[in-house]
């Protein structure tokens, strides 16, 4: 019996060493876990800038800036427009028609303001395929929040009046379709069994993929397109109560959506940005080309990026650029919502063509955003929002306060309980994300960016002159090929 109790005892005492050990180890590794963590924090902190923005400085000018097509004209548009007012004025016949004289002085004050944006208004961080598109759409895009503060000072009533100026089928209600009627893949019981999938192919399937096509070429950065691509997913499945436009079949969801259309979309943009980046940008005047199709391969050239910069975003190597990556993101989804949100309570059909006008001006408006902000994030010496990003936040903002004061009754409508519980778990575990990266394994020494002489269209190597600080080597993390720099850079993209 003794015997049995002293191999009952040495049993429990050998388990409890076993699990002292076993402690012991996980202890240590998360020990080594956590100094590797804040050796990573540490590394990305000393990255450089992606860009060497003292180049991007200088002035920039292209090989054909001389020739008529660049420069501005201001007293030749000047006068042209003021022949076109005393030709209005003097010369036309009035016509007795308040409503047709109500369109066409519209029609022309917006021409005219323009016009004045396209003359006189400052360049934008764009070349290709001419300065004067990008003050274009800087300039609608002025217009277009004017007219969106007007809109939010009127009853949603003669808000979709307003919009019959444009077209008399418009201000009209709107049946919302449900996707989510008969979610059978295969339906035996019908005559066409696939027809669930077919009801579902619609032209939409092709403006998700060029859409998320577009979305990676203006982010220049997979990984914030497929984030978006899945919280919009989850956005739908919140607010499905509210619109049921939003009511999908989970593989509608999944798989048609997130897989095949944004997915394949994104994954052409993938392609697209590698074949920008790896580009030779090296460009000459039109008329210095001898050959017909030199000049027709230059004409067609005119048309793509006159140099190409990488976003690199690193959302984890500071606090700031953390929250900024992730106002981005929400300030994406909002815009994304504001589309259907904008169709529900202004009466307008899907198949509109105002809904693909203000998307393709919505990619334009944030393809420049975009730049600008990945320009205030890396570079040091910039430190005030761009003008796009104002308009564009003003614009955001704006859509959001009329799809809440035309539709209070439907923004109002609460989540469900699961819902909201599912949001909140999600809140919670970016909040403590935040805290534990960025308070708990925060980085000692965060020494400011640095810039080196990059030269045009040459890989980025440590000049030199550069050496380490004693004592910097040690600190620096040992793992070669994890963060590298850019290894094409240009004065100005796009």
């Not at 991007?56 to 548009?77: I, M």
Request: hydrophobic share 45%; proline share 6%; glycine share 6%.
């Amino acid at each position: 019996m003794e015997e049995v109790m002293d191999g009952a005892m040495q049993a429990v005492d050998g388990a409890l060493d076993n699990a002292k050990s076993a402690m012991d180890t996980a202890i240590d590794r998360i020990k080594k876990e956590v100094n590797l963590q804040k050796l990573k924090s540490d590394s990305m902190c000393q990255l450089k800038t992606a860009h060497n923005w003292q180049e991007e400085k200088e002035k920039v000018e292209d090989p054909d800036a001389p020739s008529y097509f660049w420069r501005a004209h201001t007293v030749t548009v000047l006068l042209v427009m003021i022949c076109l007012l005393v030709y209005t004025a003097l010369f036309e016949t009035p016509v007795e028609d308040s409503t047709y004289n109500g369109k066409k002085g519209f029609v022309a004050a917006l021409f005219f303001w323009v016009t004045l944006g396209m003359t006189i208004m400052p360049d934008g961080p764009f070349l290709r395929p001419h300065p004067a598109l990008w003050r274009f759409t800087f300039a609608l895009g002025i217009f277009y929040e004017l007219l969106l503060i007007y809109i939010l000072f009127q009853t949603p009533g003669d808000a979709r009046k307003l919009l019959k100026y444009i077209d008399a089928d418009l201000g009209e209600p709107i049946p919302e379709k449900n996707y989510a009627g008969n979610c059978k893949l295969y339906d035996g019981d019908n005559e066409d069994p696939w027809h669930n999938i077919k009801d579902k192919v619609d032209i939409f399937i092709v403006a998700h993929l060029a859409g998320y096509w577009c979305k990676t070429l203006i982010f220049r950065d997979w990984w914030l397109s497929t984030v978006i691509s899945i919280m919009f997913e989850f956005m739908e499945y919140s607010f499905e109560h509210q619109l049921p436009n939003f009511s999908e079949c989970w593989w509608d969801h999944w798989i048609l959506d997130v897989i095949i259309c944004n997915g394949g979309g994104t994954i052409l943009g993938i392609y697209t940005l590698r074949y920008l980046s790896m580009k030779t940008y090296h460009w000459r005047g039109l008329y210095e080309i001898p050959t017909y199709r030199g000049k027709i391969k230059r004409f067609f050239g005119q048309f793509s990026p006159h140099g190409w910069i990488e976003f690199t975003w690193n959302p984890l190597s500071s606090f700031e650029r953390w929250i900024a990556i992730v106002c981005l993101i929400i300030g994406f989804l909002i815009t994304e919502l504001n589309t259907f949100y904008l169709k529900f309570v202004l009466w307008i059909p899907p198949n509109h063509l105002l809904n693909p006008v203000r998307l393709l001006f919505i990619l334009l408006w944030g393809a420049v955003c975009l730049r600008e902000t990945f320009q205030l994030l890396d570079d040091p010496e910039c430190d005030k929002l761009g003008r796009q990003s104002w308009v564009m936040l003003a614009i955001i903002v704006t859509e959001l306060l009329i799809c809440i004061k035309f539709g209070w009754a439907t923004i109002t409508k609460p989540l469900p309980r699961h819902i909201a519980l599912w949001w909140v778990l999600g809140a919670a575990l970016l909040l403590i994300y935040t805290v534990v990266k960025f308070y708990l394994l925060k980085p000692n020494h965060i020494p400011k960016p640095e810039k080196e002489n990059i030269r045009m269209g040459s890989p980025v190597n440590t000049p030199a002159e550069h050496k380490d600080a004693p004592g910097e080597a040690q600190n620096s993390l040992n793992m070669p090929g994890l963060y590298q720099d850019q290894s094409r850079e240009d004065k100005k993209d796009l």
